[in-house]
């Protein structure tokens, strides 16, 4: 919500490269947003070592894995609905057709975004620890950089 005047809003990956396939962004900012997510995602993963350098040790640094009892099929599907969740959710509330057409309902898009994020959070931690947003699934992988950080991150 606070970087929407500056780029839409875009700190996920796959909702930018949705956005791009809908002929919503060019291939030159979609890639340019992309890259900047990701570094900014290294970044902030870095700020959290740094501050917090005992938990963030203790919970693996963030790293996506899946959880034991799960197969790495259950932890791809529940990632790949989550991650459809969102983006879905992205759509209809930034769809401007549908602002024109109930333009009665006060919406705001960060609201319904925000409790996507938030239900997928809570169906998905269990099993994967919440990767729909590559950006933030890189930056953990990269700065922790153990060997089960990676096992799971195609994921």
Not at 52 to 75: E, F, H
Request: one cysteine or more.
């Amino acid at each position: 919500y606070c970087t929407a005047g500056i780029s839409g809003g875009h700190i996920n990956p796959a909702v930018t490269f949705g956005l791009f396939l809908a002929r919503k962004l060019s291939l030159t900012r979609a890639l340019y947003y992309i890259v900047m997510q990701c570094l900014g995602a290294i970044c902030g993963a870095g700020v959290v070592k740094g501050f917090q350098p005992n938990q963030y040790q203790v919970l693996g640094g963030g790293a996506n894995t899946v959880a034991p009892g799960y197969t790495k099929g259950s932890g791809l599907g529940a990632e790949i609905i989550g991650t459809f969740v969102l983006v879905y959710t992205v759509f209809s509330a930034t769809d401007a057709k549908r602002n024109a057409r109930d333009s009665h309902v006060p919406i705001l898009a960060p609201l319904p975004i925000g409790f996507a994020v938030f239900l997928v959070h809570l169906a998905t931690i269990p099993i994967t620890g919440t990767g729909i947003n590559p950006a933030r699934s890189l930056g953990a992988a990269i700065i922790y950089n153990k060997d089960h950080s990676w096992d799971d991150h195609w994921i």
